[in-house]
């Protein structure tokens, strides 16, 4: 890592296996939707968020698009990188790293979604459109932590651009539409309150992390951390063999998950699983077969196995249970894991 | 380019792509509105009619859409290099001839709906806006998508609908996972997944086009005619928007179907599309149809108690309903005394007019199910959050700059004011603030008598029972709820005001209940927490109920328990929270202090006597909903 502002690396995170998993499975296939973490304040949420941007190899992107545009992801180009390649133009590149964007909980609507770029309003006297957050996290991943305190309306802005991948802007003068595509990392305290099930489904997985209980490892967090902070330069260049192998990891992976397709016995468990489980929709079963194809490419496998998707269940199920409200959904995932038991006992 | 998931390789929903094949076909039919919970491809049915559009482009309504790209506004650019006024078109305007498409048209704001709805309706609105003054002709289709988990739209606005089409997840295994297969197929590769689809798609245009040909030429037989008259006046359709669209949708139908006449089949799938969203006798829509200033909460919950045994207390009923549900299309037939082929002149009798009902019955029983609840309330934001609603003269909030309001308001002058380097010269007088608009969210904190008098146990029984209630839909509205008792020398908050069902469960295991009764203490309290810090946030609504009998016995300062309590009433009360009196005081004599209590806090007063917690809920919710 050579940045100015080393983050913590990745792989110097202890435990919290859970959660790296859901975050690496997100890095490999983008298209899982996400992350949300729920868990008490200091248990390495927001370290593992911001470390994962050093993970992702660099992409090759439109030079001076304001929505770093990937220069061979054709079919979600902004319109101005649209209208150069159709006049022919063979647009420069520029390789750029991914990158953390945070949505703040004090962020306006206007700053969200973009809006009326003022200064050159008041001295051309010509609207052009600023870009806001949305604009900023295209091919990015958009964190926002204490997610269940967002203000609602800014939830809905964030609702309608991940669902349809492009945020379409028709405020203060400005029409304007550009691709808002993004992996969205969420985390939350359960205790502030809950998210609003629209919200929560669209996060592809979800995770609970608790604090470190182990004596050892607790001492070892402690140690690694002011190991850090004494010389971040010389910390990360310790883990750097380590990055590397997780970052050879997620290609290796990405190559594998475009051979592989998920065969019968996987869709036919998924769907069984949700049937179980009444889940709302049809977003549980798609979510399980990503993941636990994502899973397999990351053990370095094409064919799936009982345990990819038995860890595909626990991040992609519990959120989208139908909620009884007062009980405890933990007897429900026992009942899933025995099912999957069944569905993969047989050869 | 084109990134849709096409509407042949979605599975199932054969009612839903019926309903946006009649809207595409016809010229009559302007606004369909697609529901169903989360998950079950409402975006991806919305939005798939784009391919079969023939050329009519698709412009999306985002949540952020402010009234000025709306409904147009003036034209900055031209405005200010010529001097020319000169307005460019909202996009309601930009619609003329296309579709428009509003995700979770739910979510946006009341005057972002009625515009949409009322335009599509008529066809055209009157601007009135930034010295435009004039009626501006569009006719659009609107495609709508909402979830009612996150809250409905109002009757009225329900009933603007044309069609209206509900979708549930699918529950056969097979379908399933073809759902997962295609999906999966579809995000490897849209352009190849588009082509495999590409003869069914351009099939259902070939049919689109075929029925739109001849649609003027369908006739809808005078049987027919007066059966769905009758069928709207059983099921007390008000209004005659709802026979119009069973019409229409029946002749579009039949259109499709390559027939130049109606048949019932057609008129019995009309009348589910057309007015399911529309029954007054479906015991959703009924209570909605209520006067929402009153009663409407208790109502529903009356309603929602004797609908379950109602539904299921009726065994003998079921078989014949099942007779009559027909998912085959096969079977319809048969079963059915008029069969579709038995010639035109055929009399439709009450019979026939029960057979659709009993269809209608059976095809939304899902739907019956759910839930009331109003749109959540909005209030006036006076910080800089809040969604950007409109401008107005600047008064308290000089910060707040509406710059595109002030450029458009000083555009106009720019020809003769002096400029200095600047393109646009403002002046004072131009400038706009922003109105902004929150959606409101409810504190409603319980400050209970856990004193040892009379009936505590009876009195947290309710309140338990009340506060899980409120919490359970507490979600659609966004509202916390929080628990404060006061005993002995002082109060203790139990439960701070959450929105979490889950916590709150936990916290309210075990109330603490005995010794003397602090109640002024505990106002003092309660009122402290809502006004002073992390909840006092503006903008909000806040309440107080309070259960008490109202006898207070230990003092604060020293002075007389009662003289120190009205004291404390008084100079809160009318301070902007607003304060509900529970009185549990129960037998004989009353002395009703909790009354006295009441009156001095300005609250609304009632009695514990026999509510349960439900009914208690139910009490809360109507008065505070129903302030303002």
Known sequence: ?347 | MNAEFPLPAITGQDDAKKALLCALASDRIHTVLITGDRGTAKSTLARSIGVLAEGRQVLTVPQNITYDRLLGSIDLETTVSTGDVRLTPGLLKQADRQIIYADDINLMEEEVVQSLLNTAETGSYTLEREGFSRSIATRFLLVATMDPQEGDLTPGQMDRFDLSVRLDAITDAGLRGEIVKRRLLFERSPADFFREFWPATDALNGKLEAARERLPYVSIPEALADLISSLCLELAISGQRGDLAVAQAAAALAALDGRDNVVFEDVKLASLLALGHRRKDNPDSRQKANPPQSGETTDGKENRGTESPDRESSPGSSPGRIQAGQKNPDSRQGQNGPTPHQGYDQVFDIGSTFDVIRYLDEKSEKTTARQKSGRRTRVRSSDSSGHYRSFRLPGKNRNDIAVDATLRAAAPYQQVRRHTGLAISVEKADLREKIREKKAAHTILFLVDASGSMGVRQRMVAVKGAILSLLIDAYQKRDRIGLMIFRGTGSRLLLPPTRSPDLAVRMLRTIPTGGMTPLTAGIAEAYGLLSRGKYAGTGENKSIVILTDGRVNVPVRGGTPPAELADLARRIAGSGIRFVIVDTESGFPRIGRALILARDLKATWFRLEDLSGRRLAAFVQDTIYTYR
């Open chain 1, 1 to 347: 890592m050579s940045g100015e502002h080393p983050v913590y690396p990745f792989s110097a995170i202890v435990g919290q296996d859970n959660m790296k998993d859901a975050l690496l499975a997100n890095l490999v296939n983008p298209s899982i939707g996400g992350v949300l973490i729920r868990g008490e304040k200091g248990t390495a949420k927001s370290t593992a968020v911001r470390a994962v941007a050093d993970l992702l190899p660099e992409r090759d992107v439109v030079k001076g698009c304001m929505f770093r545009c990937g220069a061979s992801d054709i079919r979600n180009l902004c319109s101005s990188c649209r209208e150069k390649i159709a006049a022919g133009e063979t647009p420069e590149t520029e390789r750029a790293r991914m990158r953390v964007i945070e949505l703040p909980l004090c962020a306006t609507e206007d700053r969200v979604a973009g809006t009326l770029d003022i200064g050159h309003a008041i001295t051309k006297g010509q609207k052009k459109f600023e870009p806001g957050v949305l604009a900023m996290a295209n091919g990015n991943i958009l964190y926002v932590d204490e997610v269940n305190l967002l203000d609602d309306h800014i939830v809905d802005l964030l609702l309608d651009a991940a669902a349809m991948g492009v945020n379409f802007v028709e405020r203060e003068g400005i029409s304007y539409s550009h691709p808002a595509r993004f992996m969205l990392v969420g985390t939350m305290n359960p205790e502030e309150g809950d998210l609003r099930p629209q919200l929560l489904d669209r996060f592809g997985l979800v995770v609970d992390v608790e604090g470190e209980k182990d004596t050892a490892r607790r001492s070892e967090v402690v140690k690694r951390r002011l190991g850090f902070e004494k010389d971040p330069v010389a910390f990360c260049g310790r883990y750097e063999p380590e990055q590397q192998k997780i970052r050879d990891r997620i290609a290796v992976a990405g190559k594998i998950l475009g051979d592989i397709e998920p065969d019968d016995r996987l869709i036919d468990t998924a769907v069984r699983v949700s049937l179980s489980l009444g889940v709302d929709g049809h977003r549980a079963d798609i979510t399980l077969v990503k993941t636990s194809l994502a899973f397999a490419a990351l053990d370095g496998q094409k064919d799936v196995g009982k345990e990819h998707v038995l860890k595909a269940a626990c991040l992609s199920l519990p959120h989208r249970m139908r909620r009884r409200p007062f009980d405890e959904s933990h007897a429900d995932l026992r009942s899933v894991q025995a099912l999957i038991g069944e569905c993969y006992s047989c050869p």
